[in-house]
T-cell receptor
Framework: QKEVEQDPGPLSVPEGAIVSLNCTYSNSAFQYFMWYRQYSRKGPELLMYTYSSGNKEDGRFTAQVDKSSKYISLFIRDSQPSDSATYLCAMSSPDTGRRALTFGSGTRLQVQP | KAGVTQTPRYLIKTRGQQVTLSCSPISGHRSVSWYQQTPGQGLQFLFEYFSETQRNKGNFPGRFSGRQFSNSRSEMNVSTLELGDSALYLC??????????????FGPGTRLTVL
């Protein structure tokens, strides 16, 4: 079983829809949680970062971390065709090095105009 | 502010050869991490360098090595290339501080093909 599980999709939604992306993890030592967006043949781009538990909002994006359930989410409001990409969750712990990120496999999102 | 740059962007090598990839971090960033991305295994952490010292290492064989220079630029070397080393190699930089807000920013990657 992988340390971080993420549904690979693809997830297809109409423009303007609310998108929910999720990851579950097994390592309770994870403290740092990130969401990256990766367009085809490009490097990952940092979208959201959360330390420990809680919610964080930035524009159309909201990240949630529930450490008791070992579950993190990313919500995208008013989705746009330009949001079509692969979304990767990533996390790390102070024990093994906060920059030694463990990634989910990525969810491919397609927003239909 | 310029982002993370990686050179070369594309590389084709044959089995048994060795290869060196280069990464220039964002100005002021002192930590450089390397990752391998393949369709089968996804993104996997290779190692992190900070102030010219390897600070962390992932679960990869010794054929994968790296170094960091005094200007924070980093190189990654893979010796005795195998077909399975074909991947996108990504470099990420960060300030390297203990601040909880310090996060990593990725470069565009070097796509290595081993024939």
């Amino acid at each position: 079983q992988k340390e971080v599980e993420q549904d690979p999709g693809p997830l297809s939604v109409p423009e303007g829809a609310i998108v929910s992306l999720n990851c579950t993890y097994s390592n309770s030592a994870f403290q740092y949680f990130m969401w990256y967006r990766q367009y085809s043949r490009k490097g990952p781009e940092l979208l959201m970062y959360t330390y420990s538990s809680g919610n964080k909002e930035d524009g159309r994006f909201t990240a949630q971390v529930d450490k008791s359930s070992k579950y993190i989410s990313l919500f995208i409001r008013d989705s746009q065709p330009s949001d079509s990409a692969t979304y990767l969750c990533a996390m790390s712990s102070p024990d093994t090095g906060r920059r030694a990120l463990t990634f989910g496999s990525g969810t491919r999102l397609q927003v239909q105009p | 502010k310029a982002g993370v740059t990686q050179t070369p962007r594309y590389l084709i090598k044959t089995r048994g050869q060795q290869v060196t990839l280069s990464c220039s971090p964002i100005s002021g960033h002192r930590s450089v991490s390397w990752y391998q991305q393949t369709p089968g295994q996804g993104l996997q952490f290779l190692f992190e360098y900070f102030s010219e010292t390897q600070r962390n290492k992932g679960n990869f064989p010794g054929r994968f090595s790296g170094r960091q220079f005094s200007n924070s630029r980093s190189e990654m070397n893979v010796s005795t290339l195998e077909l399975g080393d074909s991947a996108l190699y990504l470099c990420a930089s960060s300030l390297g501080t203990i601040a909880s807000t310090d996060t990593q920013y990725f470069g565009p990657g070097t796509r290595l093909t081993v024939l």
